[in-house]
């Protein structure tokens, strides 16, 4: 059986018992608060995201929705090292259950691994990946390696010079016992 399912108007349930699963992509310019993130052109930027629902039983509640959700986004970025433009690669996964009211997710989420949201028919999936990017952000954004490092150090002789300088303290010591 196929599905078309709206990743902005999900029935949490009816996606949970199907055992649906939603792969899409969206641009990043339809996410507001992720979208002030970015420094640069993110008109061609896409968030590319994966939900797969089920019907778990842990033997205490019963039948219950859960949906297991992954998205990443390569957000450019400032380098916080070399101050050039990064392409940071922003993801996660995370599992989420639902339950009937606020109450019961409240008094849940705290004692669960998981994150405990309350069923919907019109569950807007892309808030929830926006949300879920926004606190995966890298504290500090930078390359793996910058681009320009190694130019840097060579650029600045009197820099190598210091170090090849400064007499090697064990070498001096070798020295000193050579007399009798
Ligand atoms: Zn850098």
Same mark, same amino acid.
């Given at each position: 059986m196929k599905h078309d399912y709206d990743a902005l108007h999900l029935n949490i349930a009816g996606f949970a018992m199907e055992r649906g699963t939603l792969t899409g992509t969206d641009s990043l310019v339809r996410m507001e608060r992720l979208a002030?993130?970015?420094?640069?052109?993110?008109?061609?930027t896409v968030v590319r995201y994966c939900a797969h629902g089920s019907m778990r039983t842990? %033997?205490?509640?019963g039948e219950q929705a859960w949906l297991v959700l992954t998205a990443e986004v390569a957000l450019p970025m400032i380098c916080q090292r070399c101050l050039g433009p990064v392409d940071v690669t922003v993801q996660f996964e995370r599992e989420f259950r639902f339950v009937a009211t606020e109450e019961i997710a409240e008094e849940q989420d705290e004692e669960s691994e998981e994150d405990v949201l309350v069923l919907s028919r019109d569950f807007n999936l892309l808030d929830l990946i926006e949300d879920e990017l926004l606190m995966a952000l890298p504290v500090v954004p930078k390359h793996?390696?910058?681009? %320009?490092a190694i130019k840097l150090q060579v650029a600045d002789p009197g820099f190598a010079e210091d170090v090849a300088e400064k007499p090697n303290p064990f070498a001096v010591l070798g020295q000193l016992k050579k007399w009798p």
């Open positions: 002030t993130e970015a420094q640069g052109s993110i008109e061609s842990d %033997g205490v509640s793996t390696v910058c681009p %320009g």
